[in-house]
């Protein structure tokens, strides 16, 4: 079994910045990637910002020079620390890892929302 809590959302103003958190537990063994998923009302859910189990990472273009993921292996914890906030950033922030299986396996945290006032 595994477990994903996420931490760290909240009401910010636009400009602002915030730092999620992910703390993961259970029985990981081979790791593929660790992800942050967001989805605002009325939108599908979207990947946002995605780290290999090498350190490479990709992220979207809405949020690329604005948001940074990065981990802490030692601590099982995943990070998206989230800079110059907009209000289109509004949604509930979702952290996602990936195991090695018979095939790759998502397990989803249950998400902490982000509101960004104007």
């Known amino acids: 079994q595994v477990q994903l809590v996420e931490s760290g959302g909240g009401l910010v103003q636009a400009g602002g910045s915030l730092r999620l958190s992910c703390v993961v537990s259970?029985?990981?063994?081979?790791?593929?990637?660790r992800a942050w998923y967001r989805q605002a009302p009325g939108k599908q859910r979207e990947l946002v910002a995605v780290i290999s189990s090498g350190g490479s990472t990709n992220y979207a273009d809405s949020v690329k020079g604005r948001f940074t993921i990065s981990r802490d292996n030692a601590k099982n914890t995943v990070y998206l620390q989230m800079n110059n906030l907009k209000p289109e950033d509004t949604a509930v922030y979702y952290c996602?890892?990936?195991?090695?299986?018979?095939?790759?396996?998502?397990?989803w945290g249950q998400g902490t929302q982000v509101t960004v006032s104007s």
């Open positions: 259970g029985s990981i063994f081979s790791v593929n990637a």
């Open positions: 996602n890892v990936q195991l090695f299986r018979d095939v790759i396996v998502s397990y």
